[in-house]
């Protein structure tokens, strides 16, 4: 049988793979946001189940997670988490929209800014699901792939959303409703809760756990 110190440990991994995820959504890589957000919301999930292995050696357990539960089912953000997880792997469904604002954009000028378009570059795009932008470059299967490129941010700037967001979390208004607010939020809660079990359970940070 597990002890409570590699249940927490192996929480503490699957906490740092959701980190993946949200230093994705983060980055400057555009294409790579949205399947940091999959991994966020699917890994985030899991640490929660991997808590619940603490329930079978640890007596006070439930007495520890029952807060966490009500609180969880009660807040906006992490039932939306929640909801979104599930479509996610039932379903393959990710609902987000973007939003983008030139604030000066000079054809063909400031396309030359990135240096020349790629070879069978067919057009440029501007903010698109991830909020890249880039090139449709044609390949010689007749696929068409996107190369993105930076935009520099005195040209355009753009932002990625979850549809349908929550306004509130622990009953504090979220300040705006982009997919890196929110998965911050998300991972922060789920962070404070590994925090907590680890000093629960094992009398510990997570600086002195070892896996």
């Known amino acids: 049988m597990e002890t409570s110190v590699e249940i927490l440990g192996r929480a503490r991994e699957t906490l740092a793979t959701a980190r993946l995820g949200l230093d994705d959504i983060l980055g400057e890589q555009a294409q790579r946001r949205l399947s940091g957000v999959r991994n966020l919301i699917v890994f985030g999930r899991a640490v929660t189940n991997v808590l619940q292995n603490l329930r079978s050696i640890e007596s006070n357990f439930d007495s520890w997670y029952q807060p966490y539960v009500d609180e969880m089912r009660a807040d906006p953000l992490l039932r939306y988490f929640y909801r979104w997880r599930s479509e996610i792997l039932k379903e393959g469904i990710l609902r987000t929209g973007s939003s983008i604002h030139v604030h ?8 030359l800014r990135h240096g020349p378009p790629p070879a069978r570059a067919t057009s440029f795009f501007i903010g698109d699901q991830s909020g890249g932008s880039g090139w449709l470059v ?33 009953g504090i208004p979220v300040p705006d409703k982009s997919i890196e607010t929110l998965s911050f939020l998300y991972f922060s809660y789920l962070e404070s809760m ?12 997570d600086d002195q756990l070892v896996s």
């Not at 000066?104 to 396309?111: A, Y």
């Open 138 to 170: 044609e390949l010689p299967n007749g696929i068409t792939e996107k190369f993105y490129v930076d935009m520099p941010e005195d040209l355009v700037t753009s932002s990625v959303h979850f549809r349908d967001a929550p306004d509130l979390h622990l």
């Open 104 to 111: 000066s954009f000079n054809f063909p000028d400031d396309l």
């Open 194 to 205: 590994l925090h907590s079990a680890l000093a629960e359970f094992c009398g510990i940070d």
